[in-house]
Structures are given as C-alpha cells and as structure tokens.
C-alpha cells in the first residue's frame, strides 16, 4: 500500500490512504429541493412569500367549492310539471268529467255543490302541483325525487323525516304508558280504559323520545332485566331494535342534509 501527499496545497494535509476500485466507498447523489441562494437572510421573506401562496390557494379553492353547482333541467327525463303538455292534459281531462258529471244534477242540489266543490279541490290540487315545482314524466303524473337533492327535499326526505318522528312518538309514548300501568292492581283494565290524565302527561312528555331512547339504552333500562317471559322478552328486543334503527336513520338523514 503506497502513500501519496497532495502537491497542490500550502499546508500538510492528513495523508488518506489510496484505495482500489471495489474498496471505494459508494456516494449516493442527495438532491436539494431548494433555490440556490442559501442566505439567511431571505428565510423569512421565502417563508412569507410560501405563506401567501398557500392563503391564495386556499381562498381559491373555497371559492370554487363554495359556488353552486349548475341547476338541472331535468331529472330522468322528467319535466316541471307546468311545463308538461300531459300534465295540463290530465288537468283538463279530471275537470271535464266533473263539470259532465255536473249537468246530471239540478244546479242546486247537493250532488251539484258536492261536484262543484270538486272541481275547484281538483284545480287546486293541479295548480299546488305546478307551484310546487313538482317534476313530471311522459303520464303527466307528478314524480317523487328521492336523490337528496336539496331543491325536492320537501317531496320525500322532510316527510319521511316527519313520518319516523311521530311514529317514533307513537310508540315510545304506548311504551312508557305500559311500564306505568304495570304495577297497578290490574293493569289489563288500565289497558282496556285508558287512564286519560295519565296518557295526556306521557304523550307530552314523549315529544323528545329520541333523547330518552338514547339514555335508556346507555343505561341499560331499555331493556327489562328480569323477564321470566320469554315471548314479552323477544318482544321488547324487538322494540328496542326497531327504536334504535329509527335513531340510526334520524341521523343518517340529518347527515344527509348536513352534507
């Protein structure tokens, strides 16, 4: 092994012994990504610069998800129904067979005023549905949209959302009634002659089920914990099953209008 001093500098270098080829030690390029200018003093006004172009793109991209998506002309090949030829058809058609149906009977009678009261429901049930903003097809016949688009909330989600609200009511509020009555001398009278007083306090008091459900079933009241009957005990789960499926759809459809 030979040593070899540098001639090219001043000073007296550590002598570094001369390796071969396959005792070299392999060098892995390292890339920067940075400008080349390496002054601290620019740091911060590279920072900042960084800084507002994340801000500019920000707000651009809140603007761009912010704005409304472009409406539809149709859905499905549907129409607004006071646009749609078969709709007015329709109308005309209903008002026709009334007003036929009309010259049967003297102007006064009762089927007469029966008739004309008909007639002016059927026009305002035509002219709700156009107002409405109700989509139609090739029938003529108004369409239900149940997409979740926000424009026909009120057709199917809104109703819906109702329809579990007061039926959710409606149970919790029979519920609460039996447990009450259960410890009375004879409960099954209490059942056949509702107790009035009682069922007004309970059917109050149940608007917020959904709360009381939820607590109920943290606490493990929901379900009763002695039952020696095992059908009444089937039945209760069955109950608390469909009550916690109501709670798992309330809030998957306030979800849904959150999103």
Not at 141 to 168: C, K, N
Not at 205 to 226: C, H, M, T
């Given at each position: 092994m030979s040593l070899t001093i540098p001639s090219n500098l001043s000073k007296p270098a550590a002598l570094r012994p001369r390796l071969s080829p396959k005792q070299r030690p392999t060098t892995t390029p390292i890339i920067h990504c940075s400008s080349g200018n390496t002054n601290p003093d620019n740091s911060s006004s590279n920072v900042s610069s960084d800084l507002k172009a994340f801000s500019a793109a920000l707000a651009l991209s809140s603007i761009l998800l912010s704005a409304p998506l472009p409406a539809v002309a149709d859905i499905a090949g549907l129409t607004p129904c006071k646009e749609?030829?078969?709709?007015?058809?329709?109308?005309?058609?209903?008002?026709?067979?009334?007003?036929?149906?009309?010259?049967?009977?003297?102007?006064?009678?009762?089927?007469?005023?029966?008739?004309?009261?008909?007639?002016?429901?059927?026009?305002?049930?035509?002219?709700?549905?156009?107002?409405?903003?109700?989509?139609?097809?090739?029938?003529?016949?108004?369409?239900?949209?149940?997409?979740?688009?926000?424009?026909?909330?009120?057709?199917?989600?809104?109703?819906?959302?109702?329809?579990?609200?007061?039926?959710?009511?409606i149970g919790w509020v029979?519920?609460?009634?039996?447990?009450?009555?259960?410890?009375?001398?004879?409960?099954?009278?209490?059942?056949?002659?509702?107790?009035?007083?009682?069922?007004?306090?309970?059917?109050?008091?149940?608007?917020?089920?959904?709360?009381?459900?939820?607590?109920?079933?943290?606490?493990?009241?929901?379900?009763?914990?002695?039952?020696?009957?095992?059908?009444?005990?089937?039945?209760?789960?069955l109950c608390a099953a469909l009550h916690v499926y109501t709670l798992i759809l309330l809030f998957l459809l306030t979800l849904h209008h959150v999103m």
């Open positions: 749609s030829k078969q709709f007015a058809k329709r109308e005309k058609q209903s008002i026709k067979k009334l007003e036929s149906a009309l010259k049967l009977y003297a102007e006064d009678s009762a089927p007469a005023l029966a008739i004309k009261a008909s007639v002016e429901k059927t026009k305002r049930r035509f002219d709700n549905y156009a107002k409405q903003g109700l989509l139609c097809g090739a029938d003529g016949l108004p369409h239900l949209i149940v997409s979740g688009d926000q424009r026909h909330w009120g057709e199917f989600i809104t109703p819906g959302f109702l329809f579990l609200y007061i039926a959710g009511w029979g519920r609460s009634y039996l447990i009450a009555i259960r410890d009375e001398k004879k409960p099954t009278m209490k059942e056949i002659i509702i107790d009035v007083p009682l069922a007004s306090r309970l059917i109050f008091r149940g608007f917020s089920w959904p709360v009381a459900a939820y607590r109920e079933l943290i606490n493990g009241d929901l379900i009763a914990k002695d039952v020696r009957d095992y059908a009444s005990l089937y039945f209760q789960i």
